[in-house]
Nanobody, 116 residues
Framework: QVQLVESGGGLVQPGGSLRLSCTFS????????MAWFREAPGEERVRVAT???????IYSDFVMGRFTISRVDAEKTVYLQMNNLKPDDTAIYYC??????????WGQGTQVTVSS
């Protein structure tokens, strides 16, 4: 059973940076497509960034040029580097994993708050 554990959230001022981490366990990490989603209060959960097992990255328009997703297979970890944070980035950020059979797993989420 795949387990995902996020860390790295917190309170940051506008313009600041945070790096989120997601540690994967329970299966072969290299076979999974990984992604970050976020859910702001009163809004639907939306995809932020994706990194496929082959290394291809995909970003939502609202984070393009500010956020970077990366993975270290030896560490079974996926990261989300977030720069130039804005108040609209305030949300719970969730780690997501999808295998070749489209089986999905979610982390518990980590809160990111951007406020002065």
């Amino acid at each position: 059973q795949v387990q995902l554990v996020e860390s790295g959230g917190g309170l940051v001022q506008p313009g600041g940076s945070l790096r989120l981490s997601c540690t994967f366990s329970g299966d072969t990490f290299g076979l999974y497509n990984m992604a970050w989603f976020r859910e702001a209060p009163g809004e639907e959960r939306v995809r932020v960034a994706t990194m496929l097992a082959n290394g291809l990255t995909i970003y939502s328009d609202f984070v393009m040029g500010r956020f970077t997703i990366s993975r270290v297979d030896a560490e079974k970890t996926v990261y989300l580097q977030m720069n130039n944070l804005k108040p609209d980035d305030t949300a719970i950020y969730y780690c997501y994993a999808q295998d070749l059979q489209n089986f999905e797993s979610w982390g518990q989420g980590t809160q990111v708050t951007v406020s002065s």
